[in-house]
């Protein structure tokens, strides 16, 4: 009897050997550039510090200054505590580029060189100059709408 499995068996192992080969050819890919998840939402508002405390007292939003951070593990390095942004910004910011445009979605990405390069050859240039700060570097695009979005690269990807 121990014999007549020993076939299926090594079978097995190679399979399980193989899938490990490749998961370890896998995991030596460099992952492409791009979104990695959602870092910030931001907008506006007419009284950035009445709306801040509404948001605090009504739905328990509390942060330092004009931002809240909402934290979590990494899901591929749970070691790493990420962190997704809320903000407030004054109605008559700019920061959003065009005056009407009540919101701006921040983009946790990896790659950020490589995606703006990638970027700009599909014709979508920057819209102000990339900023870097010790929690990461930042760009600027529109979309196919004219909305302004934020690209954010974390010290950490």
């Given at each position: 009897?121990?014999?007549e499995?020993?076939?299926?068996?090594?079978?097995?192992?190679?399979?399980?050997?193989?899938?490990?080969?490749?998961?370890?050819?896998l995991?030596q890919?460099?992952?492409?550039?791009?979104?990695?998840?959602?870092?910030?939402?931001?907008?506006?508002?007419?009284?950035?510090?009445?709306?801040?405390?509404?948001?605090?007292?009504h739905?328990?939003?509390?942060?330092?200054?004009?931002?809240?951070?909402?934290?979590?593990?990494?899901?591929?390095?749970?070691?790493?505590?990420?962190?997704?942004?809320?903000?407030?910004?004054a109605?008559?910011?700019?920061?959003?580029?065009?005056?009407?445009?009540?919101?701006?979605?921040?983009?946790?990405?990896?790659?950020l060189?490589?995606?703006?390069?990638?970027?700009?050859?599909?014709?979508?240039?920057?819209?102000?100059?990339?900023?870097?700060?010790?929690?990461?570097?930042?760009?600027?695009?529109?979309?196919?709408?004219?909305?302004?979005?934020?690209?954010?690269?974390?010290?950490?990807?």
């Amino acid at each position: 009897m121990g014999t007549e499995r020993l076939p299926g068996m090594t079978i097995l192992i190679a399979t399980f050997a193989l899938g490990a080969a490749v998961g370890a050819a896998l995991a030596q890919e460099p992952p492409a550039p791009g979104v990695t998840g959602i870092g910030g939402i931001f907008f506006k508002s007419a009284d950035p510090t009445a709306t801040r405390a509404w948001y605090r007292d009504h739905l328990g939003i509390a942060g330092q200054g004009p931002a809240a951070n909402f934290l979590w593990l990494e899901r591929e390095r749970p070691e790493v505590t990420g962190f997704t942004v809320w903000s407030l910004f004054a109605r008559d910011s700019d920061y959003f580029g065009a005056a009407d445009q009540e919101f701006m979605v921040n983009y946790r990405v990896r790659g950020l060189d490589a995606l703006l390069a990638q970027l700009e050859t599909d014709g979508i240039p920057q819209v102000k100059p990339l900023e870097e700060y010790d929690y990461g570097r930042f760009a600027w695009v529109n979309d196919v709408d004219g909305h302004r979005i934020e690209l954010w690269e974390p010290v950490d990807e």
